[in-house]
Nanobody, 120 residues
């Protein structure tokens, strides 16, 4: 299973970006999908996650500004980021919990990371 992320870039504070991440390969079903980020010198943190039944959750610092969504037909997760702040600058990684067979075994997969830079 491979995850391909895209959509990062440079934006001014207050601007918007949309990240996408598509899962491909041997997939029976995709359970939770999420976005993490890692800023320089900091640990990776969970930003937002969406369950297999489209229930989203966010960390407090992005609530009201970021929206996570998914297209199950395309095995793709999105992160719409509005009102961006310099502190949102980080490498963003997508994650997907995948079942490759009808069995209940699930595995986590990661995208390659996409850089988001917000200038002040």
């Amino acid at each position: 299973v491979q995850l391909q992320a895209s959509g990062g870039g440079l934006v001014q504070a207050g601007g918007s970006l949309r990240l996408s991440c598509a899962a491909s390969g041997r997939i029976f079903s995709v359970e939770a999908m999420g976005w993490y980020r890692q800023a320089p010198g900091k640990q990776r943190e969970l930003v937002a996650v969406i369950t297999g039944v489209n229930n989203p959750n966010y960390i407090d610092s992005v609530k009201g500004r970021f929206t996570i969504s998914r297209d199950n037909a395309k095995n793709t997760v999105y992160l719409q980021m509005n009102s961006l702040k310099p502190e949102d600058t980080a490498v963003y990684y997508c994650n997907a919990r995948v079942r490759s067979t009808p069995a209940r075994i699930q595995h986590d997969y990661w995208g390659q990371g996409t850089l988001v830079t917000v200038s002040s």
